[in-house]
């Protein structure tokens, strides 16, 4: 197995834990708030893509577009609104993280050591100083609002997992 399958298998595996944790999840269930003031499942999926896609996109990555205002839907200033018609439906939030997940793990499985070693952007050199950093954040970042959802879970009721 090359590095490049490595990270191309672990961003696959990433993606099948978070779909694991919200697979018995209702539309309902992904607005539900373990406690006041923390975010609910929508909007942390839906700001784990745009951010995905941000940052890929940033370090020369092709990756595909979010429909038109899918980053302000889901920025810091929409995380207190639990009206869900002003997000997007689970089915929706899953189709396009799969869609920006592909993106990528096209990119991991392509990127040369060259690519990797790259600056990362500015405004996010100072913790990620590489393109290889970028890649790495990004499983972490996704296991990080995963956490959040396993406690929606345990209010919720559902079982444990992992």
């Known amino acids: ?9 672990l961003l696959q595996r990433n993606a099948d834990m978070l779909k ?20 609910h499942a929508a909007w942390q999926l839906g700001h784990v893509i745009a951010s995905e896609r941000g940052m890929l996109a940033a370090c020369g990555a092709k990756m595909p577009e979010l429909p038109a205002g899918w980053a302000e839907r889901f920025s810091k200033e929409t995380s207190a609104i639990d009206d869900p018609s002003r997000f997007a439906s689970k089915a929706d939030l899953l189709a396009m993280f799969d869609k920006v997940r592909a993106g990528t793990i096209a990119f991991a499985k392509s990127a040369t050591p060259a690519d990797l070693a790259k600056p990362g952007p500015e405004s996010m050199r100072s913790f990620m100083p590489t393109v290889g950093h970028v890649l ?17 879970r345990r209010k919720l009721g559902k079982p444990l997992l992992f």
Not at 1 to 9: I, Q, R, S
């Open 1 to 9: 197995m090359t590095p490049n399958e490595l990270g191309a298998d």
């Open 136 to 152: 790495e954040m990004v499983p972490g970042h996704v296991l990080m609002h995963m956490g959040q959802c396993q406690v929606i």
């Open 20 to 39: 694991s944790t919200l697979a018995d999840f209702s539309d309902a269930d992904m607005f539900v708030r373990p406690v006041p003031k923390a975010n």
